[in-house]
């Protein structure tokens, strides 16, 4: 996979070239007396929320009708979105009046570039149309093989009509989006076997519009069924689903749900949104889209730079193919300036007997067709079908898309990831898997000596100098409220130094969830945290091969009675944190 960098400022050519600046819209509507400004779709959500609060006892088959408008909320026509409105009497909350009509509004920011300000530009509202326009550069860099893939991290903005909700709806914003070009005639994809009996959560646009229920089933049986389009972008949503649950999400509140057919994007033949639910319900958090041809195919247009692929043959091949003869003097004073361009649209398609067919069944039996927009008559040109031996297929590559929110996953994370202590509400815990979590080892001392304190800046250098963030914490609070402090920043590892340590060079290690404890070495510390961190072992197995120790951890004096080890003869040790167990 490439990476590359590419500008926040966009040429409005680009935008204007990729359906942007037309089809780059929300439903908006207005206060009529204040003029204050308010998205559509949400309103009729927010609306239908309310009616169903409201109404606890409502029939289920009311509810469930009422459900279904409102999963379809954003892909009404204006229309169709003023009558709902109406109908579920929706009104500005500051006049009290109705909205007015709905209409498009679209979401780019735009600028003038240069002094002069006659170039119209845009902020980019997707990094992906910086790696389409940069196409050619990047398959000579992947040395001209297919399939492959680009990606690219960095900030998108949306003039949002109403920001809220945090993180979930901003106007600028971190995006992670991966473009995979892949012959439009053969969307497998090698690794997808790996990923083949995953199951996912999916919610189909049949089911959205009719029961209402998701269906879990693995992604080989989706693509066989014909619910996903193919392998490849089956295979990306499968690995979606991987990393979220690899970072710490909450399977049971993860699901995909398909665009419906009047919502999908101008550019998507199929499109699939990872949402996640919390605290603000289901919020569409990666989007999975099949883009087909699309983009490549109208910016080759419109900059007249063919971007095409080559799959090389095994061996040679007879295909179908038109021969054509022009009648340059009719295809000259119809199109002048602009008979290359059509000339050249006709040889592309005479390539494969297959593209050109369309046109001449047009030519025959109405005697005109149209081929990029331009008229051709049975007069300009003439065609014979042939054979012809070739050595390698030239083709415009789909793009599967998928596309990451990085706040909205990262507000989800840190709900999914939030608990409280069940024996005290006032200890709050972030459980924050090693890998993820900002600080992988807190480390305290018992006490403020200096040779203490010296043992604590010794294991803290080590852990750094091994890449393993750390907290160290040397202030005069008690142990358990520093373990709280740790708890709330989801540290998942505390080590602390006690008076034992200068004794027999051994640290307690503290696992933050089950708050459990053991005995080991501290010239141990750093692998052992090394090795939670890449997953290299459990606490489980951990605890087989340390003794544990187990001390009722005390906010206020740090201390308290033992209760129990892990078995064997134990003796009763007394440190500054109290008295507890450990194996004689």
């Known amino acids: 996979m490439l990476e590359m960098e590419c500008t926040n400022l ?71 979105l003023d009558t709902l409105l109406t109908k579920y009497d929706c009104k500005a909350p500051t006049s009290g009046k109705p909205f007015s009509p709905s209409f498009p509004f679209n979401l780019m920011f735009k600028t003038s570039i ?20 940069n196409f050619r550069r990047l398959l000579d860099a992947n040395a001209q093989k297919m399939p492959f893939a680009a990606a690219q991290i960095g900030l998108g903005f949306r003039n949002e009509i109403a920001p809220r909700s945090g993180l979930l709806r901003v106007r600028e914003f971190c995006m992670a989006e991966i473009e995979h070009f892949v012959n439009p005639k053969d969307k497998s994809h090698p690794n997808f076997p790996s990923v083949a009996n995953k199951e996912l959560v999916l919610f189909g646009r049949d089911d959205q519009l009719g029961s209402g229920k998701t269906k879990t089933m693995p992604v080989a049986q989706a693509v066989k069924d014909g619910l996903i389009n193919n392998e490849t972008l089956a295979y990306f949503m499968a ?67 063919p971007m095409l692929a080559t799959l090389k043959l095994d061996s040679p091949k007879e295909i179908d193919v038109a021969k054509l003869k022009f009648d340059r003097k009719a295809l000259g004073k119809a199109f002048k300036q602009d008979q290359r361009v059509v000339s050249g649209a006709l040889d592309a398609l005479a390539e494969d007997w297959n593209d050109f067919a369309p046109v001449a069944e047009a030519l025959e039996s109405e005697g005109k067709a149209m081929v990029d927009g331009f008229e051709i008559t049975k007069d300009m040109v003439t065609y014979t079908k042939a054979k012809k031996k070739v050595h390698e297929i030239k083709f415009t590559p789909s793009v599967i898309e998928p596309s990451f929110g990085m706040g909205r996953i990262l507000y989800s994370l840190l709900e999914h990831n939030f608990y409280q202590r069940d024996a005290d509400e006032q200890r709050c815990v972030m459980k924050f898997n090693a890998q993820v979590a900002p600080h992988k080892c807190a480390v305290l001392p018992i006490s403020s000596s200096p040779e203490m304190n010296l043992v ?96 009722a951890e005390d906010d206020e004096e740090g201390g308290g009675k033992a209760v129990a080890t892990n078995g064997g003869p134990t003796v009763i040790v007394n440190t500054g944190r109290g008295r507890f167990h450990r194996p004689a």
């Open 114 to 133: 240069g002094p002069e300000g006659t170039a119209v530009g845009f902020l980019r509202p997707e990094t992906a149309q910086g790696l389409f326009v």
């Open 456 to 551: 604590v800046d010794e294991i803290a250098a080590e852990l750094m100098e091994n890449d393993l963030s750390t907290r160290v914490d040397k202030s005069t609070a008690s142990v358990g409220r520093r373990y709280a402090r740790a708890d709330e920043i989801g540290v998942p590892f505390a080590v602390t130094v006690d008076f034992d340590t200068l004794k027999d060079h051994t640290v307690t290690m503290r696992e933050r969830d089950s708050m459990q404890q053991i005995r080991l070495p501290k010239d141990e510390v750093t692998s052992l945290i090394f090795a939670f961190v890449h997953r290299k072992t459990t606490w489980e197995t951990v605890t087989k091969k340390y003794p544990l120790v187990t001390v």
């Open 10 to 80: 966009t040429p409005e050519v680009v935008l204007k070239t990729s359906g942007h600046v037309d089809r780059f819209t929300d439903l908006m509507v207005k206060d009529p007396e204040t003029g204050e400004c308010f998205r559509a779709d949400k309103l009729l959500e927010d609306a239908i929320d309310n009616l169903l609060d409201a109404n606890p006892t409502m029939p289920s088959a009311e509810r469930d009708e009422h459900l279904r408008v409102q999963r379809q909320a954003d892909a009404y026509s204006p229309t169709e």
């Open 239 to 305: 690995r979606t689903q991987l990393y979220m649950e690899r970072i710490g999400m909450d399977p049971t509140r993860l699901r995909f749900r398909q665009h419906l057919s009047t919502e999908m994007a101008h550019y998507a033949s199929d499109c699939w949104d990872l949402e996640i639910k919390s605290s603000y319900g289901w919020v569409e958090c990666v989007g999975h889209a099949d883009r087909a041809c699309y983009d490549l195919e109208v910016h080759s247009k419109a900059t007249k730079t």
